[in-house]
């Protein structure tokens, strides 16, 4: 039997922040044999920590694409990879300037310039060298709901050696797909992915890469479908992912990851 499933959490196991009670049965039941159900997204640790306790899913998780993998039990950073604190300060300024929302995601906090979330996130006026030496940044999100504007924010952003655009909303690059309101892209060092933190984790558990499953749907998913193991796309994933999979479930309307999971159980993978 697979020892660990790698689950992305948005429009793979999650519709809009809600996981479905199949989902999170299948879940419990997965691990209830002694296997680990790990979230892996490319949101910021405090969220990925709350929704895997909230689910009872592993006490591991990887966060903002890759850049972190953490033991949210025992509060322990396994693997981290950060952004140099001038690049994260110019990207402030820079968002600030544009009237732009950011998020700063912290090893320990999640920064913004303009509040959504209050019961996750912290406001500052000011991105500040105390400020990170606290609290290591492994990501850095922008959102706009001009497309247009974040088309220029693109052009600024890839003249940074330091890091890269791991993942955008998906209006970005593909026309057909709705704006939604709030279009953003996902900033990291270079050399994070999803793939890299499963090998991490992998390792720090000691557990074969042939005995693992990976579970995705978008863009930054793609890195995590390594050649050992399973890699499996939902219905509703991106066509490139869904060419590279061993197999595509349900979508995530239609519970594919508890599918995926009970089949698993069932010694049918």
Sequence with gaps: MKKIV????????????????????????????GNLFVLVSGRVIPYVSSLSKKIKASKYVICTNGGVVYDYANNKVIYKLTIPFKVVEKLYNLACEKDLRIIIGGVNTTFVNKIK??????IISDFTKTIYEENPITQVTISHPDKNVMHEVINEVQKFSEIEIINRHRSLYDES??????????????????????KKLAEYLNVSLNDTVRIGDDLNDLPMFLEEGLNVAVENAIPDL??????????????????????????KI
């Design 242 to 267: 869904k060419n590279k999979a061993d197999f595509i479930t349900a979508s995530c309307d239609n519970d594919g990851v508890a599918m995926v999971l009970e089949k698993i159980i069932d010694k």
């Design 6 to 33: 790698f689950s992305d959490i948005d429009r793979t196991l999650a519709i809009k922040e809600f996981v479905s009670e199949k989902n999170i049965d299948a879940i419990k039941k997965y691990q209830e044999l």
């Design 177 to 198: 797909f709705e704006d939604g309101g709030n279009i953003w892209i996902d900033i990291a060092p270079k050399n994070v992915s999803k793939g890299i933190a499963i």
């Design 117 to 122: 979330y209050p019961q996750r996130e912290t």
